[in-house]
């Protein structure tokens, strides 16, 4: 016997709810790692999760940048779009993921968020926004329209952006010059804070905080520059508040007998790896402890 299903009416729930049922029950569903410029040339950089591939010749992908629910404002990158009628999208794999979700932390118009989650501009050869170097493939893209589907909060836009020229890292092709699926290792984004990765199935990135995130230009320098920290590793150091107080590190230090011990080694390598077990653990706090650790 099929059990009762739980029929919603769309008018009938709030907008926050209905959005929720949508993205949970819609997916996974690929990013849009979008680059614009304004009207000065101030780069913006944003990750949209309503996001396809709609035609071949002419080359389209659209994207919609949907009206905030909380104030029915709207985001920077609809704004630049608007404004130059020029995209790129940056295809989103594992390596850059944090990086990615803490671009999405909503800064200031003006402040770069490349520099914030730490990733490289690298210029265009036909639209003017940068294109993410660390990027597996790099659609620039001329904007042919774009099309309101409301004008309340949670109403979407879609960006159609014509393909003008495609950049494809060589890493990822297999022997027949064709993206190899597992060698782009992309990844896809669901509801809450779940993802998909194609090659190993699901994972969880905590959304970045209400309030700004320090971001990756705030990192001191001696664990930026780390060769064991990878991207994702200081997009998640850098999606905190505040860093930890001197007290607090020492207090830190003082209850864990291991962390005086690799203190004790005198290089910084293992307390890099000792951090990296609590990132990947969600455990930001304790990783940053770990670092600031003398």
């Known amino acids: 016997m099929a059990k009762e299903m739980i029929s919603v009416l769309p008018e009938a729930v709030s907008t926050a709810q209905l959005h929720a049922y949508l993205l949970g029950a819609v997916g996974p569903r690929p990013i849009a790692f979008a680059s614009t410029v304004d009207e000065k040339g101030n780069p913006n950089l944003s990750p949209f999760s309503f996001f396809n591939v709609f035609s071949a010749k002419p080359p389209i992908l659209i994207f919609s940048p949907a009206r905030r629910v909380r104030d029915n404002t709207t985001k920077h990158t609809l704004q630049n779009v608007l404004l130059t009628k020029e995209v790129v999208i940056n295809v989103v794999n594992y390596n850059m993921v944090q990086q990615m979700s803490l671009s999405s932390t909503e800064y200031a118009k003006g402040v770069n968020e490349f520099e914030k989650a730490g990733l490289t501009m690298r210029?265009?050869?036909?639209?003017?926004?940068?294109?993410v170097a660390e990027s597996p493939v790099q659609f620039e893209c001329k904007v042919s329209k774009v099309e309101a589907l409301g004008r309340e909060g949670g109403a979407g836009n879609l960006v159609f952006s014509e393909v003008v020229k495609i950049h494809v890292d060589p890493d990822i092709l297999d022997e027949n010059g064709?993206?190899?699926?597992?060698?782009i290792d992309q990844v896809a984004r669901m509801g809450g804070n779940w993802y998909s990765r194609a090659n190993l199935g699901l994972f969880e990135v905590p959304k970045p905080l209400s309030s700004l995130g320090i971001g990756f230009d705030q990192i001191p320098e001696h664990i930026r520059l780390s060769k064991t920290l990878t991207g994702n590793d200081l997009g998640m150091l850098?999606?905190?508040?505040?860093?930890?107080?001197?007290?607090?590190?020492?207090?830190?230090?003082?209850?864990?007998?291991?962390?005086?011990?690799?203190?004790?080694?005198?290089?910084?390598?293992p307390l890099e790896l000792k951090a990296q077990e609590y990132l990947h653990k969600n455990d930001v706090l304790s990783a940053w402890k770990v670092l600031l650790a003398e």
């Open 178 to 183: 064709v993206i190899d699926q597992c060698k």
């Open 123 to 131: 210029s265009s050869d036909i639209v003017r926004p940068f294109r």
């Open 238 to 269: 850098g999606n905190i508040e505040e860093i930890p107080d001197r007290k607090s590190v020492e207090d830190f230090v003082a209850e864990h007998i291991e962390i005086r011990s690799l203190l004790s080694g005198g290089e910084r390598k």
